[in-house]
């Protein structure tokens, strides 16, 4: 995304208020030409206080807007994912051990997130692919078990014509192909995450979700398990800036602890479940759990 698009201006002005700066400064910060701009050593070099001016503009701005009857503000994000059944029970938590805790919430894509947290236009982010930044800690929180769920009674691993693919990331995509062949190129395909939940719910076809995510849905019987259809871990990951309040962040993770627990405890049920319903007890692991990215 340009730079013009992210702060809902022409392409003009965002041009204009470089060249200020680099008036104000009596340095060139970046180098232009046809393929695009790239930062100067000088560029470089401010990049670091530009990054603090807008952190301390987060936190001047997050105090101002701490509500009367509170002390404290903790801004989250998550993807869209990961905010049902964690993220939410989360905020629960937190809003219980701490009654005078603001919280604000946002959702979005990993880089968006993670744009985010480096902004400090939120303090903690939960996501599946982080990146390595500076200023920041990248914790591992769980394991997300994706299965294969069908909306129709008594599935069985035949799904021609009824599959959906979803998109889970590379890894994903490779031991699907080397596991389930037949369910390869099935002509749909969803990047939608665990979004794609309500499309399988609401049409008789099949698809690979979180156990976490569709608990729900097992339960009232909207979705079912595939018999002796392998699993797939897929790994959530916790982003905390370093700068977040020391006794804050405690019990924000503590907090966050014993939500993660909870989830395991669901997951654990449903994987036996899928167990006892397989011909062979011993589930298939499509693939080892995806790294997190670097640069």
Known sequence: MSAS???????????????RIEQSLGKRLFTR???GAELTSAGREFEKYALSLIKLWEEAR???????GFSKSLSIGAQYSLWPRLGFRWLDGLRANMP?????????????????????????????????????????????????????????????????????????????AIALPHLTNPGLTHNLGAQAAEYVV???????????????????????????????????WVVWRDDLDPEL?????????????QADANQEA???????????????????TPDIQRE
């Open 5 to 19: 698009e992210r702060l809902f201006v022409t392409q003009s002005a965002v041009s204009l208020r470089i060249q």
């Open 33 to 35: 030409s046809k393929a």
């Open 62 to 68: 997050q105090q101002i807007a701490i509500p009367e």
């Open 100 to 176: 005078d805790l603001s919280i604000r919430t946002e959702s979005g894509l990993p880089d968006r997130l993670m744009r985010y947290l480096i902004e400090g236009s939120i303090q903690v982010g939960l996501m599946y692919t982080p990146q390595l930044r500076p200023g920041l800690t990248v914790e591992k929180l769980m394991e997300d078990e994706l299965v294969l769920v069908a909306s129709w009674a008594d599935p069985t691993l035949d799904l021609t014509g009824r599959y959906v693919f979803v998109d889970w990331g590379p890894e994903f995509v490779h031991a699907h």
């Open 202 to 236: 609401n049409r008789e076809c099949a698809a690979y979700l979180p156990a976490r995510y569709i608990s729900r849905d097992l339960k009232e019987g909207r979705l079912h398990l595939v018999p002796d259809a392998p699993v797939f871990p897929f790994p959530v």
């Open 249 to 261: 962040a405690e019990i924000a993770r503590d907090t966050l602890a014993l939500v993660v627990e």
């Open 270 to 288: 449903i994987i036996a479940t899928l167990r006892e319903i397989s011909e062979n007890d011993e589930i298939e692991v499509l693939g080892e």
